[in-house]
């Protein structure tokens, strides 16, 4: 699988674990870096990721976050495409800027998800109707894990 993970996703493993959906996501996020270290999936990096984890102010955590960064080896390049793209997304949803360059890249990478713990994402994501699927690093470890034991509980 080719899987686009939003900046939310990179951070999540920093965040408050007290929040069981925090500590949940967390090990989620965790679970898809190591299935992409194994080879299982492909993580596709864009130019606005590293925009925002350049933007991360506290320097330790800024260089946890390239270091979970390495394991995309696609990493897209900014583009008027996908800008232009992402500005037309945002007209036709509640999206900010970066937030549309998100599904913009993940659509021209033709990822098969956009991963993101941000709800409005997730569900401004799955209102457009777009090729790409957008969901919870959650829903996606249970698809493939049911995937791989046959669908059995």
Known sequence: MKIYLD????????DDHTHRRVARE???????????K?????IIGSAAIEFEISRCPRRERRLWLQNLYEVSKTRLPFSSTVYQRANEL??????????????AYAESAKANYLLTTDDQLAREGVKLSMTVKVANPLTYIAEVTNANDGGNP
């Open 38 to 42: 194994d080879g299982l999936d492909e």
């Open 90 to 103: 945002m007209s036709r949803s509640h999206l900010r800027l970066l937030d549309s360059m998100h599904l």
């Open 7 to 14: 900046n939310c996703c990179y951070n999540r493993p920093f």
């Open 26 to 36: 967390s090990d989620a996020v965790l679970a898809v870096l190591a299935r992409a």
